[in-house]
């Protein structure tokens, strides 16, 4: 026994936990599916979501009155879960932006590094607060924010830069200069 528990509430406990971790990880991503407008994966991720909320239901309610500690195992599965989600929702991230970038000296040099990096970008000429601007103006997947971020900063540090969601993209270039990183890439260098 530990802390008063059998093994057995234990390894409920444990399995609930994870569980919870599931089911509420899915639910974030299938929120975000909603937002982006992906249905389909938006319905499987509904499904696997309420099938796991279910079973963890259904094994915890009846015994949470005599063995709190399962309410206890289930808070933070839940708590654990809505991390887990956002992290993983960050790591694959879904859609496309709307990255804009906004430099008083470099506009001309930054909009050629980011089209010599694959990407399409509009520049626009403003006023900002000390005198005339560039900004750039570029729709890519979010995922690419890893590789224009640091195309931007590396010319300019001093750069400002704002991203927004976009709804829905009528046509979005795909950088041509994208290495492929994923298990195809195994078999392409042969």
């Not at 499987?44 to 195992?73: H, K, M």
Request: hydrophobic share 50%.
């Amino acid at each position: 026994m530990i802390l008063g528990m059998d093994w057995g509430t234990l390894l409920l406990g444990v399995l609930v936990f994870f569980a919870r971790v599931l089911d509420v990880s899915v639910g974030t991503m299938r929120t975000i599916s909603i937002v982006q407008g992906k249905t389909r994966t938006a319905f499987f991720l509904g499904l696997v979501e309420v099938s796991t909320w279910l079973a963890v239901v259904a094994a915890v309610v009846n015994r949470v009155i005599d063995q709190p500690i399962l309410g206890v195992f289930y808070a933070f599965g839940f708590s654990t879960g809505n991390v887990v989600g956002i992290k993983l929702e960050r790591r694959l991230a879904f859609g496309h932006t709307v990255f804009r970038v906004i430099t008083p000296e470099k506009g001309d040099e930054m909009a050629t590094s980011v089209r010599a990096a694959g990407f399409p970008v509009t520049t626009f000429t403003g006023q900002g607060m000390s005198g005339l601007v560039t900004e750039l103006y570029i729709v890519c997947r979010r995922r690419d924010l890893k590789r224009l971020v640091p195309i931007v900063l590396g010319i300019d540090p001093t750069a400002f830069y704002i991203t927004e969601q976009a709804g829905s993209v009528s046509k979005l270039r795909r950088p041509f200069m994208t290495p492929r990183t994923d298990w195809r890439a195994i078999f392409k260098n042969k």
